[in-house]
């Protein structure tokens, strides 16, 4: 990228001045650079206008799950989740981001149990007493994206579900209070794989967590297996998913040959997944949507 004058637009879209705006930024970046620090492009970085935005689609977002908890209930399907979510989407003039989305049939993923993540909705699926559900819903509102996913305890589950529940949940938070300015990624997955591992769980690997807001799925890949003060640094503006899969067993898991979609444990143990979305600021982080 050409480097700007002091005097010209800064590139972050705010109207004022390179020298007034980003100059000490892309000093600190360069920086890093040098010390062969992963850093994200300018693209990653949303403008206070794309924030707005992307905050106004959280908006539909955090509506729909909130629906969603208030009507989900054993004895209704998955499909029933998937309905609820189409409507309360597109009655907000949003479109659920899933549909269609690289052959996903459904506008939200519907994850019981043993199922990790992008379980596809189905009339056939009928939740009883006992599963733990992951709703994942993700939603596009004038072309801004927003992701999040909550879990669902149906009827009477066991300690050792809830507990997995719980303390998926507490990663989630330990890993929002681990965001910090010029921080690091690894300093997020550091918190959470910690957290997991001491109540005997084990993080799933191969999938993780994402950039978003422009785009459903934006650089960086935020995996929870990786070590403090590494991966891509912390820079305000950069806005990303918190997402980690805990396995109750083991870390390994396949995915299903015929669907496609469907993440399954190799054991067969359950899995739990929260999801928020947050935006490095300048003083810490600001959870977006959740
Ligand atoms: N919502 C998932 C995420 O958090 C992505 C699901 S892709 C889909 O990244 F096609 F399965 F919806
Ligand atoms: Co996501």
Aim: overall charge negative; proline content about 4%.
């Amino acid at each position: 990228m050409r480097r700007l004058k002091p005097d010209e637009a800064c590139w972050c879209g705010s109207g004022v001045m390179y020298r007034n705006c980003h100059v000490a930024f892309d000093k600190k970046i360069d920086m890093y650079k040098k010390k062969h620090v992963k850093v994200p492009s300018h693209n990653l970085i949303k403008t206070p206008e794309q924030v707005e935005m992307i905050r106004k689609s959280a908006e539909v977002n955090v509506a729909v799950l909130d629906y969603v908890a208030e009507h989900i209930k054993e004895g209704i399907s998955t499909q029933e989740i998937d309905d609820m979510v189409y409507q309360e989407t597109t009655k907000r003039g949003a479109i659920p981001a899933p549909l269609n989305y690289e052959g996903f049939p459904k506008s939200v993923c519907t994850s019981i149990d043993d199922v990790v993540c992008h379980g596809i909705p189905s009339s056939e699926r009928i939740l009883k007493s006992g599963d733990i559900v992951n709703v994942d819903c993700s939603t596009i509102l004038d072309g801004y994206f927003s992701d999040s996913s909550r879990m669902f305890m149906i009827g009477e589950v066991s300690d050792e579900k809830r507990k997995l529940v719980e303390v998926t949940k507490e990663c989630v938070e330990l890993g929002l209070a681990a965001v910090k300015p010029w921080g690091f990624l690894g300093d997020i997955a550091d918190v959470i794989s910690r957290h997991a591992n001491e109540n005997g769980y084990r993080v799933v690997r191969e999938i993780g967590g994402h950039g978003v807001g422009l785009e459903f799925h934006e650089e960086p890949f935020v995996s929870y297996v990786i070590r403090k003060g590494t991966g891509m640094l912390l820079a305000p503006g950069l806005m990303f998913t918190i997402e980690p899969m805990i396995n109750m067993g083991s870390e390994k898991v396949y995915t299903d040959r015929f669907d496609g979609w469907t993440v399954y444990t190799s054991d067969g143990k359950p899995s739990a997944q929260w999801e928020i979305q947050v935006l490095v600021t300048d003083d810490g982080a600001e959870v977006i949507s959740w």
